[in-house]
């Protein structure tokens, strides 16, 4: 398969703090033996530019991203088959960023779930709206639709909280499609029901905000008092004991075959002493950790190795997006002076009208859509009976504008937020043909 009609899947992992367990289980481990698909072109990066947002300590950053790079290497990423990068050793993308900027309505963002969290907690305080917001937090969905349309990923695998940015980077593509040529790809969300979320030392959910974490790469003895700590209940040896809720079952479950899951449960259910299950769970974390443990060691030990090896990743890239931000700085204007006399001509290309497009499906049902001036669909019917009723809804919308898609919502596709602007706008330039063809 050629690397044309390959899948490009990108993740991010954000530069703060030390990857522990549940970040090997839930993301690290999910996505190396992804990596490994030979039908999909991998693209994961460093979001350093990201950590700034949340983090004010450089030298918290610069060792998280060494530790973080490390993990996943010594995890087994083969960095000679996917594009593994640092995201601020690509310049390209804060480029990008500002041209994203420059399409990107304030409404939009003003919808983002982080800034919206910020406000709510301010205005619940008493305090401005804005309070202690920054601009990096309310420009965070351009960044991240810079990093994912950059290297016009298909796929961004994602967690539930997280599917808002893609929606926006898909919004950001369009307008700027709409505007200037068809030019980004529009990705998918991918949300994996299956991850699994790991419990911490004290039963709750794993996270560095609760302190309850198990380092990846804890030495071995640090990794054997810790899962000593794990929270357990006061059945004492004996006594059977449930897997249901145990977190000390969850964690050993997640590592575990499915012989030795049911090894352990029937361990359980025949009075197992919490010690002896502890150390069952430390002999099994330490197997599948003791070889990655020296690798990461050896590759800490050795950060100018990690920095080349990201470098690497980086000329990767930049092989990508140097001529792709030379495309889109050409497509906005910013261009040779002597290519100005191409402006007119790509000036009538552009000014096409959008168009209504009616047409019968082999399922013998009518269908029409609406389309740019680049030949992109922005807006698709479902089928109806006869044509009659298609060309019914056409002119309603014709005549109605944007207002028509409420009323004829059960007979569209959906629509988002991005789109129903563009759509609009659509709308309005046909409106204005018509009535320009009447005088």
Request: hydrophobic share 40%.
């Amino acid at each position: 398969m050629s690397n044309a009609e390959r899948t490009r899947v990108l993740t991010g992992i954000t530069t703060t703090g030390i990857p522990h367990l549940g970040n090997y289980v839930g993301a690290i481990r999910p996505a190396v033996q992804a990596s490994r698909n030979p039908d999909t072109d991998c693209f994961y990066f460093l979001a350093d530019y990201h950590a700034l947002i949340k983090c004010d300590d450089p030298a918290r950053i610069q060792r998280s991203t060494l530790e973080i790079a490390a993990s996943w290497i010594a995890a087994g990423l083969d960095v000679d088959k996917v594009t593994f990068y640092r995201q601020s050793d690509i310049p390209e993308i804060p480029e990008l960023t500002w041209l994203l900027t420059c399409v990107t309505g304030k409404g939009l963002l003003n919808r983002a779930h982080a800034y919206k969290a910020a406000v709510d907690k301010n205005q619940a305080a008493g305090n401005d709206p804005d309070n202690d917001v920054t601009a990096g937090l309310f420009m965070y969905p351009v960044l991240m639709g810079a990093d994912i349309l950059m290297f016009k990923a298909h796929k961004v695998p994602v967690g539930r909280d997280q599917i808002q940015h893609i929606e926006m980077a898909r919004d950001m593509a369009s307008s700027f499609n709409h505007l200037y040529g068809s030019h980004f790809v529009l990705p998918e969300a991918v949300v994996e029901e299956t991850v699994a979320l790991l419990p911490g030392l004290d039963g709750r959910k794993m996270s560095k905000s609760y302190d309850n974490t198990i380092p990846l790469f804890a030495s071995r003895a640090d990794m054997r008092k810790l899962i000593a700590s794990i929270l357990t209940d006061s059945r004492a040896p004996g006594e059977a004991k449930d897997t249901e809720g145990s977190a000390l079952f969850q964690i050993y479950q997640a590592f575990a075959s499915t012989e030795e899951t049911a090894a352990l449960a029937k361990a359980y259910a025949d009075g197992i002493a919490w010690g002896d299950a502890k150390q069952v769970l430390f002999e099994r974390i330490d197997r599948e950790m003791a070889p990655m443990r020296d690798a990461y060691n050896s590759l800490i030990a050795n950060p100018a190795k990690v920095d080349a090896l990201l470098l690497q990743g980086a000329e990767k890239a930049r092989a990508l997006a140097t001529p792709f931000i030379k495309e889109l700085r050409h497509a906005v204007g910013l261009r040779s002076l002597a290519s100005a006399v191409t402006t007119t001509a790509a000036k009538i290309e552009k000014t096409a009208p959008p168009a209504f497009k009616q047409y019968r499906e082999p399922d013998g049902l009518f269908y029409f859509k609406l389309v740019d001036t680049q030949g992109q669909v922005l807006l698709q019917s479902r089928g109806f009976e006869a044509p009659k009723e298609a060309g019914q809804a056409i002119a309603r919308l014709q005549n109605e504008g944007i207002t028509a898609l409420e009323t004829l919502a059960d007979k569209l596709l959906g629509v988002s937020t991005g789109q129903s602007n563009l759509i609009a706008q659509a709308l309005s330039d046909l409106r204005e043909i018509a009535e320009s063809k009447k005088k």
